[in-house]
């Protein structure tokens, strides 16, 4: 299986902050990596797949890069609906795996 | 609108099994797969498996095989996840999650709101 790692596992961060969060794969994934974000006791909502594409209607704060096994979800200006949970996935090879998850939280 | 509603909270005791439904709406249900995963408590995010809700045809993490089953029912657009032989470490939220397509990449674009599933003697 493909091993997603998060960094950092968790961040403490300000509003207007710019917050970058890192997905490594165990091995290349092309730029099949999407993004997700999850507030306390809600379903996961999906920010960026294919590295970097937006979903419609998420906040162009957002933004993804990377290819190949080094990935980042980037933050623009931190603002208080953002603190959550965020998690990568790649969807190269079965099975589908997640990263452990960063938690942002407020300073 | 676009969504998945699913079924209420279960509690199971080990050794049971437990069927989730998950019923689409606002879209063609046999156009797009659907994903189930779950997540204990406190943890992240693990796939199960999928359904293609129009052949029936489905994929399963290996970890899973033989005590997982997805199926649907397309005249009423819904997926089933039943899991059998529950042990406590199967205490999880359960979601289902559609599957988005974009040229080659694939992502879960609609998600459920959860199913708790509780194993506890």
């Known amino acids: 299986d493909i091993q997603m790692t998060q960094s950092p596992s968790s961040l403490s961060a300000s509003v207007g902050d710019r917050v970058t969060i890192t997905c490594r794969a165990s091995?290349?994934?092309?730029?099949?990596l999407n993004w997700y974000q999850q507030k306390p006791g809600k379903a996961p909502n999906l920010l960026i797949y294919a590295t970097s594409s937006l979903k419609i209607g998420v906040p162009s704060r957002f933004s993804g890069s990377g290819s190949g096994t080094d990935f980042t979800l980037t933050i623009s200006s931190l603002q208080a609906e953002d603190f959550a949970t965020y998690f990568c996935q790649q969807t190269y090879r079965t099975p589908q795996t997640f990263g452990q998850g960063t938690r942002v939280e407020i300073k | 609108q676009v969504q998945l509603v699913q079924s209420g909270a279960e509690v199971k005791k080990p050794g049971a099994s437990v069927k989730v439904s998950c019923k689409a709406s606002g879209y063609t249900f046999t156009g797009y797969y659907m994903h189930w995963v779950r997540q204990a408590p406190g943890q992240g995010l693990e796939w199960m498996g999928w359904i293609n809700p129009n052949s029936g045809g489905t994929n399963y993490a290996q970890k899973f095989q033989g005590r997982v089953t997805m199926t649907r029912d397309t005249s009423i657009s819904t997926a089933y996840m039943e899991l059998s032989r529950l042990r406590s470490d199967d205490t999880a939220v359960y979601y289902c999650?559609?599957?988005?397509?974009?040229?080659?990449?694939?992502?879960?674009?609609?998600w459920g709101k959860g199913t708790t599933v509780t194993v506890s003697s």
């Open positions: 091995q290349s994934i092309s730029r099949n």
């Open positions: 999650a559609r599957e988005g397509k974009h040229r080659y990449y694939y992502y879960m674009d609609v």
